[in-house]
């Protein structure tokens, strides 16, 4: 079994500085989609889901935020998922909340394969990656939000709590392998022509012990690949 080399490759670009107490002055880059070769992969992009020939690209852009404040899980909307494909960023006063993208994914290949998706923090500063999240919506499935494990090795549980401003209860599931960069790896069964609706919602997390002065200045670069498993 062989993933193939060839990848839908996503990267985001952020950097943080704290600007006050619990506000961080945060640039956003933008967040890309790439397909070098769906033919090959058998696998192809859309924004909109509709696929048609004007619709599919081989590169998705997302708007990127140029300031964002921590927030916690409670203050992302329920229905996200739930809007069309595109950029959902929240920003209320030039301030951003939190980066949301939606897509979609589907098989053009004959027969059902598997597919792997990997997400990589490419380029990482200050460990900025200790306090954010990373949701991965699919289709009508439950969400599935991802962060460093904490010191013990154990996933990061938010229960509510007046004190740290969790109004939403959550767990986490550990990034995969942060020594190497691997945040989330997954693998899925797609079948001929099926459509695979895709929402990514990254944020810094008001409620992680990790969040505070001690990330000023940090970035982070995340790059997601989607690669056909191949079958020797």
């Not at 960023?89 to 792997?116: D, H, M, P, W």
Request: glycine fraction near 8%; charge should be negative.
């Amino acid at each position: 079994m062989r993933i193939s080399t060839v990848a839908i490759v996503v990267t985001a670009i952020l950097s943080v500085s704290i600007m006050a107490v619990t506000y961080y002055g945060q640039q956003v880059g933008n967040y890309i989609i790439n397909i070098d070769d769906s033919s090959l992969l058998g696998l192809s992009l859309s924004e909109t889901g509709e696929f048609a020939r004007e619709d599919i690209a081989s590169t998705l852009l997302a708007t990127g935020i140029d300031d964002i404040t921590n927030i916690t899980y409670g203050d992302i909307p329920d229905d996200l998922h739930q809007l069309s494909g595109g950029s959902h960023n929240l920003v209320k006063n030039n301030i951003g909340r939190y980066f949301a993208y939606t897509f979609y994914l589907r098989s053009e290949s004959s027969e059902t394969v598997q597919y792997a998706t990997m997400i990589s923090s490419l380029e990482a500063y200050l460990d900025i990656h200790s306090a954010i999240r990373i949701m991965i919506e699919i289709d009508d499935e439950e969400p599935i939000i991802y962060a460093q494990a904490r010191e013990d090795g154990s996933p990061e549980v938010h229960a509510v709590s007046n004190s740290t401003r969790v109004t939403r209860a959550y767990t986490t599931i550990p990034f995969t392998d942060v020594d190497n960069l691997v945040l989330v790896n997954q693998v899925r069964t797609i079948e001929p022509g099926q459509v695979v609706k895709y929402t990514i919602t990254i944020w810094l997390e008001g409620a992680d012990e990790q969040c505070t002065n001690g990330i000023k200045g940090g970035a982070i670069r995340l790059g997601m690949e989607f690669g056909v498993i191949k079958q020797d």
